[in-house]
């Protein structure tokens, strides 16, 4: 069975600190595709990024940057810099391909809150 | 684009009654979504559907839940009769297909409908 591991459930930064989210997941397939969604207060679920199980290349985006290790099945988020509107709870996701293709496996998230 | 959207945003009903969630999917989308947020179980699937029809329904919790999608635009997660357990963030979520796979696709969720049973 697939399994996502977020075990941290809050960090709290001050502003201009970087903070860093583990994911680490559980999975017999070797093809996936992994994603982190952000939910800001508003509450909407905000896509992020995916990343599939070939791709190990680590990816940076402005202030968000994602390491991805298949050897530790880790897909780690890391905001530099962080900022108050980064406050939010931020999801990490498992999709596999033979299971219910449309079935995205959720952890538990991580909740974000940044103080000035 | 306009995006997913539910309606309503907040409902508050009594338990026993039926309650009625209706999403509209992002217009070319063929894949549909439901999810329930709640804070015991976090995000769970309830239900996806594929060009309307019903793919998965293995999430829904009983048979008190029951979902349709009668045409591409317009999807509705019913539950009747209501308990107060069913209180509950319900999101509504869509995709499409690439290169006739969804597994690497993102899904583009609704802002949800907060689901207050007392």
């Known amino acids: 069975a697939q399994k996502v591991t977020q075990a941290q459930t809050e960090i709290s930064v001050v502003e201009k600190e970087d903070v860093t989210l583990d994911c680490v997941y559980e999975t017999r397939d070797t093809t996936y595709y992994l994603f982190w969604y952000k939910q800001p207060p508003s509450g909407e679920l905000v896509f992020l990024i995916r990343?599939?199980?070939?791709?190990?290349q680590n990816e940076i985006s402005g202030r968000y940057s994602w390491n991805f290790q298949k050897s530790t099945s880790s897909f780690n988020f890391t905001i530099t810099a962080s900022q108050v509107v980064d406050s939010a709870v931020y999801f990490c996701?498992?999709?596999?391909?033979?299971?219910?293709?449309?079935?995205?496996?959720f952890g538990a998230g991580t909740q974000v809150v940044v103080t000035p | 684009d306009a995006g997913v959207i539910q309606s309503p945003r907040h409902e508050v009903t009594e338990m026993g009654q039926e309650v009625t969630l209706r999403c509209k999917p992002i217009s070319g989308h063929d894949y549909l979504f439901w999810y329930r947020q709640t804070m015991m179980r976090g995000l769970e699937l309830l239900i996806y559907f594929n060009n309307n029809v019903p793919i998965d329904d293995s999430g829904m919790p009983e048979d008190r839940f029951s979902a349709k999608m009668p045409n591409a635009s317009f999807s509705t997660l019913k539950i009747q009769p209501s308990e107060p357990r069913d209180s509950a963030v319900y999101f509504c979520?869509?995709?499409?297909?690439?290169?006739?796979?969804?597994?690497?696709?993102?899904?583009?969720f609704g802002q949800g409908t907060r689901l207050t049973v007392v």
């Open positions: 979520a869509s995709t499409r297909d690439r290169d006739n796979s969804i597994i690497g696709t993102e899904a583009f």
């Open positions: 990343r599939n199980s070939f791709d190990e």
């Open positions: 996701a498992l999709r596999i391909l033979t299971d219910s293709w449309g079935k995205l496996q």
